[in-house]
């Protein structure tokens, strides 16, 4: 019989080693940028009950990541407005590619690869024409951008793929700003946000505004159901004297939904949503706000706000086998399950602000 690393050596000699791929690194089922002890930044792979799997350097503090859907790269993103997304290999932590934003342009922190990890897709602020653009980049070695598109609006922050895989949702926050006034809001009494269906072309299908006097609320952040159905959080650039909604739930052809807008528990969110997720049965959606130190979980039939959890520094969030699983400033990753929450794992760093799913 021939050894293993004889066998291993005829493939590659035929160009048929098997590919690598998100199981060489054990699974992992969440990416997350954080902050060391030491004060330097990271990106790492974590397990499904928060136990870390990998991590490797970032030039300064991430906020989102993408994974590839089939080899282990993952592209880290940095917090906006952000000049740098890292293109790593998670096996050997080797940066593949620093990609940079063209002149006049930066990153907004988010990202998302196409269906087919052929193609990467980043939200970025032209600052100087106040528009909001899709910048498109090849999603192999060596990472050139080809293109880019209108994102439907101003302030694109968080993207994500349509459920059924033939385009794009774009959380087109709304708010105007220029890197010469630091992260000043340039535009809050004239500010728009919307969501935006896009083609992979660009083309607009559809566009969702709430309410005009809703027109502060700055739609951030979103999750998929499998039947379409998008969450967005918003984060409230008004008056917080108001219990305004932080949590909206739009699937294409319909009007949103604002959830649990009467439960007077929504001024403990301190008008921010900084993550949001459904559970695996679509059954529930939850926000996190890091201001408030609070997560709430709603009901998605009723749109009624069923538990609330209290975590300081709490919000990166996404869905776990039996609820939700959430990160914190402080180290903790824990899980939101029958109406509990329970400590998974603790650390001596800093979560930043997203849990994402790896597949």
Same mark, same amino acid.
């Not at 209108?150 to 700003?177: E, Q």
């Not at 220029?178 to 919307?194: E, F």
């Not at 083309?203 to 006097?213: K, S």
């Given at each position: 019989?021939?050894?293993?690393?004889?066998?291993?050596?005829?493939?590659?000699?035929?160009?048929?080693?098997?590919?690598?791929?998100?199981?060489?690194?054990?699974?992992?089922?969440?990416?997350?940028?954080?902050?060391?002890?030491?004060?330097?930044?990271?990106?790492?792979?974590?397990?499904? *009950?928060?136990?870390?799997?990998?991590? &490797?350097?970032?030039? $300064? %503090? #991430?906020?989102?990541?993408?994974?590839?859907? =089939?080899? !282990?790269?993952?592209?880290?993103?940095?917090?906006?407005?952000?000049?740098?997304?890292?293109?790593?290999?998670?096996?050997?932590?080797?940066?593949?590619?620093?990609?940079?934003?063209?002149?006049?342009?930066?990153?907004?922190?988010?990202?998302?690869?196409?269906?087919?990890?052929? *193609?990467?897709?980043?939200?970025?602020? &032209?600052?100087?024409? $106040? %528009? #909001?653009?899709?910048?498109?980049?090849?999603? =192999?070695? !060596?990472?050139?951008?080809?293109?880019?598109?209108?994102?439907?609006?101003?302030?694109?922050?968080?993207?994500?793929?349509?459920?059924?895989?033939?385009?794009?949702?774009?959380?087109?926050?709304?708010?105007?700003?220029?890197?010469?006034?630091?992260?000043?809001?340039?535009?809050?009494?004239?500010?728009?946000?919307?969501?935006?269906?896009?083609?992979?072309? #660009?083309?607009?299908?559809?566009?969702?505004?709430?309410?005009?006097?809703?027109?502060?609320?700055?739609?951030?952040?979103?999750?998929?159901?499998?039947?379409?159905?998008?969450?967005?959080?918003?984060?409230?650039?008004?008056?917080?004297?108001?219990?305004?909604?932080?949590?909206?739930?739009?699937?294409?052809?319909?009007?949103?939904?604002?959830?649990?807008?009467?439960?007077?528990?929504?001024?403990?969110?301190?008008?921010?949503?900084?993550?949001?997720?459904?559970?695996?049965?679509?059954?529930?959606?939850?926000?996190?706000?890091?201001?408030?130190?609070?997560?709430?979980?709603?009901?998605?039939?009723?749109?009624?706000?069923?538990?609330?959890?209290?975590?300081?520094?709490?919000?990166?969030?996404?869905?776990?086998?039996?609820?939700?699983?959430?990160?914190?400033?402080?180290?903790?990753?824990?899980?939101?399950?029958?109406?509990?929450?329970?400590?998974?794992?603790?650390?001596?760093?800093?979560?930043?602000?997203?849990?994402?799913?790896?597949?």
């Amino acid at each position: 019989m021939p050894s293993r690393r004889g066998f291993l050596a005829g493939l590659l000699a035929a160009g048929m080693a098997p590919a690598a791929s998100w199981a060489d690194l054990g699974s992992p089922a969440y990416l997350s940028a954080g902050k060391a002890a030491d004060g330097s930044f990271f990106l790492a792979g974590l397990s499904d *009950l928060g136990t870390l799997l990998f991590s &490797h350097p970032l030039p $300064g %503090r #991430g906020h989102a990541a993408t994974a590839h859907p =089939t080899r !282990p790269i993952a592209v880290a993103f940095a917090r906006r407005p952000g000049r740098f997304a890292d293109v790593i290999d998670c096996r050997t932590g080797a940066q593949l590619a620093r990609l940079g934003p063209p002149a006049g342009h930066h990153f907004y922190g988010h990202g998302v690869f196409t269906p087919d990890g052929s *193609l990467l897709l980043t939200t970025e602020n &032209h600052f100087e024409a $106040g %528009r #909001g653009i899709i910048g498109v980049w090849d999603g =192999t070695a !060596p990472y050139r951008r080809i293109g880019s598109f209108a994102s439907g609006g101003i302030g694109p922050h968080d993207m994500m793929l349509r459920a059924d895989g033939t385009g794009l949702v774009v959380a087109n926050g709304g708010i105007d700003t220029h890197p010469d006034s630091g992260r000043a809001k340039l535009n809050i009494p004239t500010m728009r946000p919307n969501l935006s269906y896009l083609d992979f072309d #660009g083309q607009v299908t559809e566009q969702v505004e709430l309410d005009a006097q809703l027109h502060k609320n700055s739609i951030r952040h979103l999750a998929m159901q499998t039947d379409g159905t998008v969450a967005f959080a918003m984060q409230w650039q008004g008056d917080l004297g108001a219990d305004v909604p932080i949590v909206g739930l739009h699937k294409p052809g319909s009007a949103p939904r604002l959830m649990a807008a009467d439960d007077p528990r929504l001024r403990n969110l301190n008008g921010y949503g900084g993550s949001i997720a459904f559970s695996t049965d679509g059954q529930q959606v939850a926000v996190t706000s890091p201001r408030g130190g609070v997560v709430q979980v709603m009901d998605t039939t009723s749109g009624a706000l069923t538990t609330e959890h209290h975590l300081p520094d709490v919000c990166g969030l996404s869905q776990s086998a039996d609820g939700f699983i959430a990160s914190s400033g402080s180290g903790e990753i824990v899980e939101i399950a029958k109406g509990r929450l329970s400590v998974l794992n603790q650390a001596e760093l800093r979560w930043d602000n997203h849990l994402i799913p790896v597949i």
